[in-house]
Every structure is written in C-alpha cells, then in structure tokens.
C-alpha cells in the first residue's frame, strides 16, 4: 500500500529523444508526487511535482503525466541532453505527513 | 539556499566499530532524515526526527540509532559495524510549515565496512 513502483530500472536514450520514466502506486491518499534528480557524487534534488488536481504540469523540457484513475504517473523528458544523464526518482506522500514514499529509481543515460 | 552538510564524504571502518554520521542543516528545518541509498533498492528511510530531541523509526531501523540534540544536528550511529552496513548514506532535511514538501539533501557519505 505504501509502495510506489518505478519503472524501467536502466534506460538509454539518443540525444534528442524523449525519455520517459513510469510510477505506479496503491495508497489513494497520497496527494503530492515529486521527482528527484540525482547526479552522481549529489545528493537527490527536486525536479518538479504535481498534486492530484491537475493532470499534468510541464517546466521546460520536463513535463508530469497523471493519471489518477489509473494511480499512475510518469515523467517525459523532452529533447533529452547529456546533460540530464541522472538517476531519476519518483515519489509520494500525504498531506501532513512528512515522510515521502521514494520508488527505486531509474538510471538514465543520454547517448551524445 | 538550503545548505546540508554531511561531516564526511568517505568513511571507511572496520567490523564492530562504532560509527558517528554527522549532518548539519542550515535553514531551521524542523524535520531531519537519515536515508540508506543502494543499488536497486533506492531510498531506504532509516529513522527520522521532527524536532529535538524527537526520533521515530523508519523502515530499515535495525543495528542504527540516532540522536538530535539540537535542531540544525541529526547523527546517525553505527552502534556495532557490520559489512551489510557498507553503503551510501544520505541526510536530509524538511520544513514542517503546510505546503513545504521539499526535502533537502545532502551529498551523502560512502561507509564502507572491512
């Protein structure tokens, strides 16, 4: 119930491509769902987030799908740069709960 | 910006050692987290504060113990190492004020246990 599921595991995608990286969940109390991005040597960092009243929020070449029928979500990464070679985390947490529920991650590379 | 400080960045000790992990937040955040990171797992959430001298158990609690004694300080400790310890630990740090989502991490610290 307190399982967010991320997939795929590893991921490589030509410069220029979209990448895109898919969550799953369970609790329908979640209500806020961030993604993090990790480069190595850093700690994570919030990329960007949705809550469940929207279905999707874009900031720049990022952009969140949300589905909340389905208790889905994904991030698509537009144009995809070298540069966003990273691991990518989705998440979730309640309102008023402090705690944030992380998937497993994702290894992204962009092939230059 | 938010600053979070973790006191090393590679430790390397050895079986049945106790191990102190410092980190240090510089922006008043209430809330303070200690993470395991390994590969294929993800984040594993270790143990948690949301004030001084407060600790609550995450999902992984076993064989750590932390103390926050003051606000800006969260440590983790390694009461006896073990190799199954060896990985990378991140600190992170939160604010309780509604719509505060965000939490800040560190840069992490590579323990290794021989």
């Known amino acids: 119930q307190q399982q967010v599921k991320q997939s795929p595991q590893s991921l490589i995608v030509q410069k220029g491509g979209i990448s895109i990286i898919n969550c799953a969940y369970e609790n329908t109390a979640f209500d806020y769902f961030p993604w993090y991005q990790q480069f190595p040597g850093k700690g994570p960092a919030l990329l960007i987030a949705?809550?469940?009243?929207?279905s999707e929020k874009k900031e720049g070449r990022f952009t969140i799908s949300f589905n909340k029928s389905a208790k889905q979500f994904s991030l698509h990464i537009m144009d995809s740069q070298p540069g966003d070679s990273a691991t990518y985390f989705c998440?979730?947490?309640?309102?008023?709960?402090?705690?944030?529920?992380f998937g497993k991650g994702t290894r992204l590379h962009i092939l230059p | 910006d938010v600053k979070v400080t973790q006191s090393s960045r590679y430790l390397v000790k050895r079986t049945g050692e106790k191990v102190f992990l410092e980190c240090v937040q510089d922006m008043d955040h209430e809330n303070m987290f200690w993470y395991r990171q390994d590969p294929g797992l993800g984040l594993r959430l270790i143990y948690f504060?949301?004030?001084?001298?407060?600790?609550e158990k995450g999902d992984i609690p076993e064989g750590y113990s932390v103390s926050r004694e003051k606000k800006e300080r969260f440590s983790l400790i390694l009461e006896s190492a073990s190799t199954n310890q060896t990985s990378m630990y991140l600190c992170?740090?939160?604010?309780?004020?509604?719509?505060?989502?965000?939490?800040?991490f560190g840069p992490g610290t590579r323990l290794t246990v021989l």
């Open positions: 992170a740090s939160s604010s309780r004020q509604e719509g505060a989502d965000t939490q800040y």
């Open positions: 949705i809550r469940p009243d929207v």
């Open positions: 998440a979730a947490s309640i309102g008023g709960d402090d705690k944030i529920i």
């Open positions: 504060s949301y004030d001084v001298k407060m600790k």
